[in-house]
């Protein structure tokens, strides 16, 4: 999953969201959100750790189910989508412009991506960035990822670019 590591990517970036410090990093900025859609869902552990923080998930889906994230059009009305979405960037990229139209977007990815030049475009669309740090992502392993990763949030309606909150613990 690395950019240091010799191990073939998984088909799609399916890495599960196993690690119950992604949802504990992002709680804090959900205020006034109830809802959520969750679009590249895979196997539900990121739908379970958000349930399991309060949150009710309206929709998901994942391209597992032939469902493409780009061809959604209904989010049921969520107050939010969160998602970790696949970090290849021509699959990201695409997917930031898409799904910050329906209701605030929070991705989860490397926190590279914004110190990068091709993140430009994007950045003043992005209110906050919220670090999380290294996080596990292969179930029966104690290793964490060797990249950082941070939540990204996105809507069509912010500009100015974002606000950035360090790690917590």
């Known amino acids: 999953m690395g950019k240091r590591s010799d191990f073939k990517r998984r088909v799609g970036d399916d890495y599960r969201t196993i690690d119950h410090r992604a949802v504990r990093a992002l709680k804090p900025y959900l205020k006034g959100v109830r809802t959520f859609a969750e679009p590249c869902a895979g196997d539900l552990d990121l739908v379970k750790g958000l349930e399991d923080a309060g ?37 990201l990229h695409p997917l930031i412009l898409h799904l910050q139209k329906f209701a605030p977007t929070w991705l989860l990815f490397d926190s590279d991506w ?56």
């Not at 929709?59 to 969520?78: E, H, R, V």
């Not at 091709?118 to 992005?126: G, I, K, S």
């Not at 596990?136 to 069509?156: A, C, L, Q």
Request: aromatic content about 10%.
């Open 55 to 91: 949150l009710k998930c309206v929709m998901q889906s994942d391209i597992k189910d032939g469902d493409d994230a780009l061809k959604l059009w209904s989010f049921k009305g969520a107050d939010a989508i969160i998602t970790n979405p696949p970090w290849t960037r021509a699959l």
């Open 114 to 169: 914004a110190n990068n030049k091709h993140a430009v475009p994007y950045l003043t669309q992005c209110s906050d960035i919220v670090a999380v740090g290294r996080l596990r992502w292969i179930e029966g392993t104690t290793n964490t990822g060797k990249d950082n990763v941070s939540w990204y949030r996105f809507h069509h309606l912010h500009t100015g670019g974002p606000h950035f909150y360090g790690r917590s613990t």
